[in-house]
Each structure stands twice: as C-alpha cells, then as structure tokens.
C-alpha cells in the first residue's frame, strides 16, 4: 500500500492549495478516504472524508472552504484548499477510512508516509 501526498507549500492568509494524493495496492474504488492533518504537539485532526459513492463530509473548521474529491480512474484524492487560514498550517495526510462517527476508523495508518506540508504565513 501506498499513499503519496503532495501539493503542500507557503501560501499567504487567504490563498489556495490544491493537495494530492496517488494510492496504490488496495482496492481503492471501496474505500472511504480522509485528509488528516497534524501539528507537532497537537493530536491528529482528521480534517475531511469521501466515501466511495462520492459523498463527503467535513469538519466544522473547513467547512466551506475546503473540497475534497476523488478520482477511482487514477485512484486519487485531492483537497482543494480555499481561503486558508494561519490555523491551517500542519502536515496533511491522506489515509485510507475514516474515524468515527463517519466511518470504522483509519486503515493503516503506517502507509501514510512523510505527508506534505502546508505553511500559511504573512
């Protein structure tokens, strides 16, 4: 298995990103993926999930200014990041499932690898 983020990088206060993810070695048109993001010293916070018909789900904090979606032709995922915010600087992984209530939890999570980074800076 493997998930490949990319796409990360500095980006002033209201700017945009667009993050991707390349998977391989699963079945991945039946899986629900999440984007996850983590900052050194803080929990992982799952930030946004597409179930595999298509549907998403966000959380409160990027409601409206974050789009996930997904490609089962290339077996992608990408979060298109609008309006971003200092508070959205972290490490960005995508990972495969999705935590409760929305889903049975986050499949191996040691397939994440480095993830990509996203600096939101003045």
């Known amino acids: 298995v493997q998930l490949v983020a990319s796409g990360g990088g500095l980006v002033q206060p209201g700017g945009s990103l667009r993050l991707s993810c390349a998977t391989s070695?699963?079945?991945?048109?039946?899986?629900?993926m999440s984007w996850a993001r983590h900052v050194p010293g803080k929990e992982l916070e799952w930030v946004s999930g597409?179930?595999?018909?298509?549907?998403?789900v966000y959380t409160d904090s990027v409601k409206g200014r974050f789009t996930m979606t997904r490609d089962n032709s290339q077996n992608t995922v990408t979060l298109q990041m609008n309006d971003l915010k200092l508070e959205d600087t972290a490490t960005y992984y995508c990972?495969?499932?999705?935590?409760?209530?929305?889903?049975?939890?986050?499949?191996?999570?040691?397939?994440w690898g480095r993830g990509t980074q996203v600096t939101v800076s003045s």
């Open positions: 990972a495969i499932g999705m935590p409760a209530p929305y889903g049975r939890g986050y499949i191996g999570a040691e397939y």
């Open positions: 597409i179930y595999r018909d298509g549907r998403t």
């Open positions: 070695g699963f079945t991945f048109n039946t899986a629900g």
